[in-house]
Structure formats: structure tokens, C-alpha cells
């Protein structure tokens, strides 16, 4: 499965963003989520969805104003930012768990496919 994250960009704090990430190739993974990461940091969970989206969850720094939804007949998985924070800085990857498996994991060690990743720059 290959990933292509867009989207990024510079948006004042209080602003929003809506990032996309197109799959292609093998099946489009049933667990889809967002990750970020800043110069120095590991990567962090953000939010992760599964194929329904009956079943969403969020890292408690952007609960409320992130939300992350999937649209299955074109394998793309989105993030919509509201409320930007200038520690919401980061490059963002969208990911993908194996495509049998069904249940949300925050470690990124248990995530398979990656994007690329794009660049949110929030500015105060």
C-alpha cells in the first residue's frame, strides 16, 4: 500500500487545515490514522479511525478539534484541524495498520504503511 499525504501548509493559530491521504496498491487498510512529529521527537499519535468509522480516537491534545473521517470508495483517509495551535507545528503522516488487521493501536511501531508526510506550520 503506498500513501500520499497532502495538504500542509502555514495557517495562523486559530486557523484550520484539512489534510488528505490518498492509498494505493494492495487493499485499502481497515485502520487508518494520523501521526506527528516534531525535530528532536518521536512520532506521536494523533488520531486513528477504523473502516466503518464507527470506531474513532484521538490523542487527548486535539480531541475536540480534529476529527479524523475516511471515504472508502476512494481509498482516502482525511483530518480536518480546526482551532490551530502553534504547538500543533509538525510534519504529519498519515499510516496504515496491516490490512488484516481491525483494531486501533497508538504505538507507531505496530503501523505498516507510511506516507510521506506534510508539513502543518502554525504561526501565533
Known amino acids: 500500500v503506498q500513501l500520499q499525504a497532502s495538504g500542509g501548509g502555514l495557517v495562523q493559530a486559530g486557523g484550520s487545515l484539512r489534510l488528505s491521504c490518498a492509498a494505493s496498491?494492495?487493499?485499502?487498510?481497515?485502520?487508518m490514522g494520523w501521526f506527528r512529529q516534531t525535530p528532536g521527537k518521536g512520532r506521536e499519535f494523533v488520531a486513528a479511525?477504523?473502516?466503518?468509522?464507527?470506531?474513532?480516537r484521538y490523542a487527548d491534545s486535539v480531541k475536540g478539534r480534529f476529527t479524523i473521517s475516511r471515504d472508502n470508495a476512494n481509498n482516502t483517509v482525511y483530518l480536518q484541524m480546526n482551532s490551530l495551535k502553534p504547538e500543533d507545528t509538525a510534519v504529519y503522516y498519515c499510516?496504515?495498520?496491516?490490512?488484516?488487521?481491525?483494531?486501533?493501536?497508538?504505538?507507531?511501531?505496530?503501523?505498516?504503511?507510511w506516507g510521506q508526510g506534510t508539513q502543518v506550520t502554525v504561526s501565533s
Open positions: 479511525i477504523n473502516w466503518g468509522a464507527s470506531f474513532t
Open positions: 496498491g494492495r487493499a485499502f487498510p481497515n485502520i
Open positions: 499510516a496504515g495498520r496491516g490490512t488484516a488487521v481491525t483494531v486501533i493501536n497508538t504505538s507507531p511501531s505496530q503501523w505498516t504503511y
